[in-house]
C-alpha cells in the first residue's frame, strides 16, 4: 500500500475542513469494500483517508411524509448504513420490500454487514445494485452540501455527479406502490450482470437496469408499454438493442440484451 495519513473525524464539518487540509486526493473510508483492496492495488492513492466511522447521524432508516407538491411517503436511509441493515429492516420489508430483497441480494454476509449505501452509490460501479433503486425509486441523493435528484446522481461509468470532497449523508428512497427487483447475478461475486427494478407509482412505471451499460439507464419503451398495461406480456416484442451494452468474459452484449427483457418480465410478474 501507498503511504497515507489516517483520520477520523467527529462531524461533517470536521470531515469538510480535512478535505481542504488533506493533500491533493483525499479519499472517504465507508464500508472499505471497494476502497480496501483499491488500496492494496494501489489503483487509489490518497494523501488522506478520511474514515466516515465517527460521524453520527449517517446511518440508519427512517419514514418521511413529503410536503407541499411532493406528498408521497419516502424511506430515508443514511449513507452508512450497512446493506445487511436495509435487507434486515422491518421498515424497509414494510414500504418497500423490493430495496430490501435488493440489499439480500448483494455480494457476501460479510460485504453486506460491512459496505454501506453511500459507499455503493458514490463508487458507482456499472454492476452494482444499488443504482437500479436510486433511479426506479425516484430517489434523492442527500448530501453535506445539496439534494441531488438520483434521475442527475449517476453520470456514468464510475462517475457521479459528487463534487470533490462532497459527503453523500442519506438517500430518500420515494416509496412506490408496487415495485420488484430481478438480477441475473455474476456467480463468484454476486454482482449483477444485469438488473431490472420495475416500479410503479399510479400511473409512472420506472424501469432502471443495473449491470447491462457502463451506468444505470432506463428503458423508456418499457415504460410507456407497462404505464397501460401493467402485465409481463405487454413487454413482448419490446427489444433492448445491445449497441452500447457491456461485452466481457461474463456475458455478451447481446445476451444482456435479451437478459433485460426477461428480467424486466420477470419483476412485473414478482410485482403480483
Ligand atoms: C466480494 C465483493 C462482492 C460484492 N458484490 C456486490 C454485489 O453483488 N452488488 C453490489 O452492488 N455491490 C457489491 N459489492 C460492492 C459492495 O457493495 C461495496 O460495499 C460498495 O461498492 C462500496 O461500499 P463501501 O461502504 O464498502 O465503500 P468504501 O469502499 O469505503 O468506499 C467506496 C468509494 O466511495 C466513497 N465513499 C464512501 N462513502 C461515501 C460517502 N458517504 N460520501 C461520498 N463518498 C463516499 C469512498 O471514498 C470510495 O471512493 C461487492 C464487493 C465485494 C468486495
Given at each position: ?67 407541499g407538491k411532493d406528498k408521497g411517503l419516502t ?94 449523508t442519506a438517500v430518500n428512497f420515494r416509496v ?97
Amino acid at each position: 500500500m501507498h503511504d497515507f495519513k489516517y483520520a477520523r473525524p467527529a462531524s461533517l464539518a470536521a470531515a469538510a475542513t480535512l478535505v481542504k487540509k488533506g493533500g491533493a486526493d483525499p479519499v472517504f473510508l465507508a464500508g472499505g469494500q471497494t476502497l480496501i483492496p483499491a488500496l492494496k492495488m494501489r489503483l487509489r492513492k490518497p494523501s488522506t483517508v478520511i474514515d466516515l466511522a465517527a460521524i453520527k447521524g449517517l446511518d440508519g432508516i427512517a419514514e418521511k411524509k413529503g410536503k407541499g407538491k411532493d406528498k408521497g411517503l419516502t424511506v430515508v436511509v443514511g449513507a452508512l448504513t450497512t446493506h445487511a441493515a436495509v435487507a434486515g429492516s422491518k421498515l424497509v420489508k414494510a414500504r418497500i420490500p423490493a430495496l430490501a430483497a435488493l440489499a439480500e441480494g448483494i455480494g457476501d454476509p460479510q460485504v453486506r454487514h460491512r459496505g454501506t449505501l453511500g459507499g455503493s452509490i458514490a463508487n458507482a460501479d456499472p454492476a452494482a445494485d444499488y443504482p437500479a433503486a436510486v433511479i426506479a425509486l425516484h430517489a434523492e441523493v442527500v448530501t453535506n452540501k445539496r439534494s441531488i435528484s438520483g434521475d442527475a446522481f449517476f453520470k456514468g461509468f464510475f462517475e457521479t455527479a459528487l463534487k470533490p470532497g462532497e459527503i453523500v449523508t442519506a438517500v430518500n428512497f420515494r416509496v412506490p406502490d408496487k415495485a420488484a427487483y430481478m438480477k441475473f447475478a455474476q456467480p463468484a461475486s454476486r454482482f449483477a450482470l444485469v438488473g431490472v427494478l420495475v416500479a410503479k407509482f399510479g400511473a409512472e412505471v420506472r424501469v432502471a437496469v443495473t449491470g447491462a451499460g457502463a451506468s444505470v439507464f432506463r428503458v423508456p419503451d418499457m415504460e410507456k408499454a407497462l404505464a397501460k398495461s401493467f402485465s409481463a406480456a405487454a413487454l413482448d416484442g419490446i427489444k433492448v438493442s445491445p449497441k452500447d451494452l457491456n461485452s466481457d468474459i461474463h456475458a455478451a452484449a447481446d445476451y444482456r440484451a435479451h437478459l433485460i427483457g426477461v428480467l424486466a418480465k420477470r419483476a412485473v410478474e414478482a410485482c403480483g
